[in-house]
């Protein structure tokens, strides 16, 4: 995991955030327990121009979700976590927000959980480690550009 969490963090220096106006950012809720990823993830799309909140269980993700200002557009969702499992997340947030983009992360991907996760409604599925250019890879084939 921490040789995730330095390819993630190796963001390239000389590039600067576009800027956008709050209206045309995309908004990209992190739900993960492991603060590094958290963390490593966020710098990445932060230095994206996206606007990034970080939930570390499922229930404090889905609350973000509920409750939040801001339309969430996607959110990048960790399988594996205490309490809610990623799966059980999925399924309430699109029964809050059919149209929020979700890309579950993990470190164990099969033909049969792509096929699952797919089945209940997740735009794509994101397999641990991933570089900082396969994490926007799958944002943007999820459609959050």
Same mark, same amino acid.
């Given at each position: 995991?921490?040789?995730? &969490?330095?390819?993630?963090?190796?963001?390239?220096? &000389?590039?600067?955030?576009?800027?956008?106006?709050?209206?045309?950012?995309?908004?990209?809720?992190?739900? #993960? #327990? #492991?603060?590094?990823?958290?963390?490593?993830?966020?710098?990445?799309?932060?230095?994206?121009?996206?606007?990034?909140?970080?939930?570390?269980?499922?229930?404090?993700?889905?609350?973000?979700?509920?409750? &939040?200002?801001?339309?969430?557009?996607?959110?990048?969702?960790?399988?594996?976590?205490?309490?809610?499992?990623?799966?059980?997340?999925?399924?309430?947030?699109?029964?809050?927000?059919?149209?929020?983009?979700?890309?579950?992360?993990?470190? &164990?991907?099969?033909?049969?959980?792509?096929?699952?996760?797919?089945?209940?409604?997740?735009?794509?599925?994101?397999?641990?480690?991933?570089?900082?250019?396969?994490?926007?890879?799958?944002?943007?084939?999820?459609?959050?550009?």
């Amino acid at each position: 995991m921490h040789r995730l &969490c330095e390819i993630l963090l190796c963001v390239d220096s &000389c590039k600067s955030a576009a800027f956008f106006s709050p209206d045309e950012m995309i908004t990209v809720l992190i739900i #993960d #327990d #492991d603060e590094h990823m958290r963390k490593a993830c966020s710098r990445v799309l932060s230095a994206q121009g996206w606007s990034v909140l970080c939930a570390e269980t499922g229930d404090e993700g889905l609350t973000l979700l509920k409750n &939040c200002e801001r339309k969430i557009d996607v959110i990048l969702l960790d399988n594996l976590m205490p309490g809610l499992s990623g799966t059980d997340v999925l399924v309430q947030a699109k029964t809050l927000d059919p149209a929020v983009r979700i890309i579950m992360i993990t470190g &164990c991907v099969t033909e049969e959980y792509s096929a699952e996760i797919t089945s209940m409604g997740a735009s794509g599925c994101l397999p641990k480690p991933f570089t900082p250019a396969q994490l926007r890879h799958a944002l943007d084939q999820s459609g959050a550009d």
